[in-house]
């Protein structure tokens, strides 16, 4: 079974620098995506990034990019020039087509992420 | 262009009762999914739902049921009500094509006594 593990439940950075989150995956696949979703207080899911695991490129958003090591099974969200407004719970979620249904998402348990001014 | 609307935004419920959410997808999108966030976890997908039919389960009982209308909207039934059902559900809609991307909903927050 497809399983998504984030091992830092709370990460605090200050405004302007660079913080990264960590998540790795289990899965016997070899076609599927992974997704970096911001929540903040308002409970909206926001993608911030996806990524192919066909592609070899890192994904990048701006100042989000991602370190994507498929052998490893590993998935982290850098944030650079944090702002304010990054500060939210970020939850890495893993993705592929099954028994018909397209974009079934299996969800970490998150990472709240803090900014300090 | 609205984004996915999910009503009510709050919900609290006796155990043991019946309750309905409910969901307008994004316009254009035609694929419905809904999730269960319990305090503290990541969501869990419930089922999705398209051409009005339930394409794919999660592993939630048969109390957990669905529907799609022909404008695409849908609804959340969950009955009789454990404490346990108690979280936020949250709707996402996306488009029956590859790996759209998901947009969700504000969900609703629902609290069974």
């Known amino acids: 079974a497809q399983t998504v593990t984030q091992s830092q439940p709370e990460m605090s950075v200050q405004e302007a620098e660079t913080v990264t989150l960590s998540c790795t995956y289990d899965?016997?696949?070899?076609?599927?995506?992974l997704f970096w979703y911001k929540q903040p207080p308002s409970r909206q899911m926001i993608l911030v990034i996806r990524?192919?695991?066909?592609?070899?490129q890192n994904a990048t958003e701006n100042r989000f990019s991602v370190n994507f090591q498929k052998a490893a099974k590993s998935f982290s969200l850098k944030i650079s020039d944090s702002q304010l407004g990054d500060a939210a719970m970020y939850f890495c979620?893993?993705?592929?087509?099954?028994?018909?249904?397209?974009?079934?998402?299996?969800f970490g348990t998150g990472t709240l992420l803090a900014v300090q001014p | 262009d609205a984004g996915v609307t999910q009503s009510p935004t709050h919900l609290i419920k006796t155990r043991g009762q019946q309750v309905t959410l409910r969901c307008s997808p994004k316009?254009?999108?035609?694929?419905v999914s809904w999730y269960q966030q319990a305090l503290g976890q990541g969501p869990q997908f419930i089922f999705q739902?398209?051409?009005?039919?339930?394409?794919q389960r999660g592993n939630f009982p048969d109390r957990f049921s669905g529907h799609q209308f022909p404008n695409y909207s849908s609804e959340l039934n969950v009955n009789a009500l454990l404490l346990g059902d108690s979280a936020l559900y949250l709707c996402?809609?996306?488009?029956?094509?590859?790996?759209?991307?998901?947009?969700f909903g504000n969900g609703t927050r629902l609290t069974v006594t």
């Open positions: 990524q192919e695991a066909y592609k070899q």
């Open positions: 979620a893993y993705g592929w087509n099954y028994g018909g249904a397209t974009n079934k998402l299996i």
């Open positions: 316009s254009g999108h035609d694929t």
């Open positions: 899965t016997s696949e070899s076609d599927y995506y």
């Open positions: 739902y398209y051409e009005e039919e339930e394409r």
């Open positions: 996402a809609s996306s488009l029956n094509r590859g790996l759209s991307p998901l947009h």
